[in-house]
């Protein structure tokens, strides 16, 4: 049954479903994606249906116990961020596949998004507020590079030659001879 079931779904929700090591269970008439632990009863995570329709994205915000809100603001805004994992030995920020992220990193600022972290913030107007302060944070560094790009560009419109032809211009330093092959140069 788990490899019939595994069949209609897309690789990512595949490596999903291995990394959280789920498991197919036959619950109320539905399949169950669920976690079995020894001493507990088994955890339903998410139906089979759902894990076809829903994203990535959606899915592993759900694994980590997210809202809406803020599955719906970081699937909005996912174009600014990178998902990452953290390197358990090095400490080292690595880009990472959608399904196996641990971290959200903004791409203009680098601020991290740790997701556990993400799912304590309990009042939407915490998490409206965090949202407000990323969002300045972007637009400051945004205006950066633009005031860059401005002077950058201000600087280039300034020069009359072409770069190639200033650096035939420009003589070329020699490095001064050695005596005895001044004297037989003479």
Not at 22 to 47: H, I, Q, S
Not at 60 to 68: D, Q
Not at 82 to 106: H, R, S, Y
Request: glycine content about 4%; overall charge positive.
């Amino acid at each position: 049954m788990k490899n019939d079931l595994l069949g209609e779904l897309p690789e990512e929700k595949v490596n999903l479903i291995e990394k959280y090591r789920l498991e197919p269970c036959l619950m109320d008439g539905k399949v169950y994606w669920v976690r079995n632990f020894g001493n507990r009863p088994p955890n339903a995570y998410v139906t089979h249906r759902g894990m076809k329709k829903c994203p990535t994205l959606d899915l592993v915000f759900s694994f980590y116990g997210l809202c809406v809100a803020k599955m719906t603001y970081f699937r909005n805004n996912m174009g600014d961020y990178l998902p990452c994992k953290q390197n358990m030995v090095t400490g080292v920020m690595n880009e990472c596949a959608l399904w196996d992220m641990e971290f959200l990193v903004q791409r203009a600022t680098g601020i991290r998004i740790d997701l556990r972290n993400l799912a304590e913030i309990k009042e939407i107007e915490t998490f409206r507020s965090m949202c407000a302060w990323l969002e300045r944070r972007l637009q400051e560094r945004r205006e950066q590079q633009d005031r860059y790009c401005r002077t950058s560009e201000a600087e280039a419109s300034t020069m009359t030659v072409a770069p190639a032809l200033r650096m035939a211009i420009v003589p070329i330093r020699r490095r001064p001879l050695p005596r005895r092959e001044r004297e037989l140069s003479l």
